[in-house]
């Protein structure tokens, strides 16, 4: 992923490190004589542990891919934004309370 390593900048410090981030596909794609095509632009996620390092990850790629917004295949950033991490807490709940007694295979 050359791209994030040129919007993080040269000698960053999450370079041939862990890789704690997680970079999604590229979303809303068509395929068209046997190319892509993004013909009402694309969406690319790129997530990070929800910790003071991740966020600084994820603020570098922003700043990094609006200040040098041309990607690849003639394609350009114009917007960036974040979200939050939704609240499992009563996923995780209702996880720990299911019990499976079906064997899904005869």
Do not use: K
Not at 25 to 34: H, T
Not at 80 to 95: C, R
């Amino acid at each position: 992923m050359r791209i994030l390593h040129d919007w993080l900048g040269r000698d960053n410090q999450w370079h041939d490190d862990i890789s704690l981030y997680s970079v999604g596909w590229l979303q809303n794609g068509r395929s068209r004589n046997g190319a892509l095509h993004f013909p009402g632009g694309a969406r690319w996620m790129i997530s990070a542990p929800d910790t003071p390092q991740g966020q600084e990850f994820l603020n570098r790629i922003a700043q990094g891919a609006l200040s040098s917004p041309r990607t690849f295949g003639g394609m350009e950033i114009i917007e960036t934004w974040g979200e939050t991490t939704p609240d499992f807490t009563d996923f995780q709940q209702a996880a720990r309370d299911a019990t499976f007694n079906r064997t899904f295979w005869d």
